[in-house]
């Protein structure tokens, strides 16, 4: 009996304290001195400035977001006279959530509190031209950046390294979230500390990264509290080139900004970003690169659907769709390349010069089409070339294989012929044996286009089709 009194009087002790705990955790948010700001961005800072030039970058950086930030405070403050006379959710919810016994959670904006002034969005590094064009473009609506040169090819494997700041449970974390972007994306990454261009993941002040690929070498900051595999997933997203989903252009249809609860230093955090561009992909609550509903003790975003309120801020693992968007942002649909993945995508490792857009008319035409080396050794990768064959909107393509050469194996392993005839996103008919050709060899596409690619790792791999409107 009395063991039980004790051990109900612990319990109740301990949670009394995580009472505390929390409590205090809030109170010591609201108060954060200036002084402590001033030493956290000085840490901050102190992994920029080891030679004058990162001095000078940060100095460039911090006036253009200073810049910046001026005029998307007045454009802000606009919108917030509207929205604190039509909104006030934030007492309803404060009020909903009352009685709930939340579980202290920092999200990426609570742990960078005090580095507003040289981030970007809570967590984004801006380079020098980054933050020029952002003032350049600001009032212009163009969730991804949509400069080319800031994408890493996608052919190569994207160089990195963890410093030696970095604990080995960081290490391992990191490492996973390499292999998750890895293996759902048509990205490869390597471990090389020299490459000229490569991210480096160290300790430093807070959790942030640049947004896509910059010259040289580029950091990701994973502080102490960053150490989650959703938030390291998130940083590696940055730099492949994600902004945040609720800086999307269309935002304001999935989210209200409850703008009293921002703080001013926050308020342009909040912007919609001019650079996104959404790829077509739907607006999703649950994406790593959601924020979540505070970044204090006050809720800031609301869910227009309130269902979805708790789904933002998911850092648990990226989605489907976020795996997705990586996917359109990098054309890595087989097949299909050019910034919109409209276009052919193009050689793949060493085929080259190969592919092309082709027209098809009432007119029987010949397309013939090889990849690979005269050579008897197995090639790592496949070497292969895509050809898209259209036809005016509402036809549909005949397609006749007349010919095919090459090795024959299971599977297709050591090379094909492919021909995709509708969706797109799967796997195509493949052919590699000559009793594949004798099974099926003319085909008809379920819209005006086709797609016809050639693969080899073994030898050459060659066809020969012909082709023309139904
Ligand atoms: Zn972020």
């Known amino acids: 009996m009395f063991d039980y009194y004790l051990v109900y009087l612990l319990l109740g002790l301990l949670s009394f304290n995580a009472i505390q705990n929390v409590n205090g955790r809030f109170l010591e948010k609201q108060v954060v001195s200036q002084v402590e700001i001033d030493t956290k961005l000085q840490a ?238 739907p607006y999703e609550y649950g994406s790593i690169m959601h924020y979540a509903e505070k970044d204090s003790d006050l809720v800031q975003l609301l869910a227009k659907d309130p269902r979805y309120q708790r789904t933002m801020g998911n850092r648990d693992h990226p989605t489907f769709n976020d795996v997705l968007l990586i996917n359109k942002l990098y054309s890595c649909e087989k097949g299909f390349g050019g910034p919109d993945c409209s276009q052919p995508a193009p050689p793949e490792f060493s085929a080259k010069n190969c592919g092309g857009i082709l027209q098809a008319n009432d007119e029987w035409q010949t397309l013939n089409g090889e990849t690979g080396e005269n050579s008897k050794d197995v090639k790592e990768r496949q070497a292969a070339c895509h050809w898209h064959i259209s036809s005016p909107f509402g036809t549909r393509i005949y397609i006749k294989v007349t010919a095919i050469q090459g090795a024959c194996s299971l599977g297709c392993f050591y090379g094909s012929t492919e021909i995709k005839l509708g969706n797109f996103t799967l796997t195509g008919i493949r052919l590699c044996c000559y009793s594949d050709l004798k099974q099926e060899s003319e085909f008809i596409t379920d819209r005006n286009l086709a797609v016809i690619s050639v693969h080899s790792q073994l030898s050459i791999t060659k066809f020969s089709l012909m082709y023309k409107i139904v």
């Open 44 to 281: 901050f800072l102190k992994n920029y400035a080891n030679d004058k030039d990162s001095q000078n970058f940060i100095k460039d950086v911090k006036a253009q977001l200073c810049d910046y930030r001026k005029h998307a405070h007045h454009d802000i403050s606009q919108i917030s006279n509207l929205k604190r006379k039509k909104y006030d959710f934030a007492k309803l919810i404060k009020n909903l959530r009352k009685d709930d016994d939340e579980e202290p959670f920092e999200d990426i904006g609570d742990i960078n509190r005090g580095l507003e002034n040289v981030l970007y969005d809570g967590d984004i590094i801006l380079t020098k031209n980054q933050s020029k064009a952002l003032n350049l473009i600001r009032r212009k609506k163009r969730q991804a950046v949509s400069l080319p040169s800031m994408l890493w090819p996608k052919l190569e494997p994207i160089p990195f390294y963890i410093d030696s700041s970095i604990d080995v449970n960081t290490s391992k974390l990191i490492k996973n979230a390499i292999d998750f972007w890895q293996n759902n994306t048509c990205l490869n990454f390597i471990e090389n500390s020299s490459a000229p261009t490569r991210i480096k993941f160290y300790k430093g002040t807070g959790c942030s990264s640049f947004v896509g690929r910059i010259t040289g070498e580029q950091s990701i900051s994973l502080g102490s509290r960053c150490n989650y595999f959703g938030i390291i997933s998130h940083e590696i997203a940055h730099s492949l080139g994600l902004f945040h989903y609720q800086s999307r252009p269309d935002r304001d249809e999935y989210i209200d900004i409850l703008w009293n609860n921002v703080p001013s230093s926050w308020e342009s955090n909040l912007q919609k970003e001019p650079q996104a561009i959404t790829l077509g992909m």
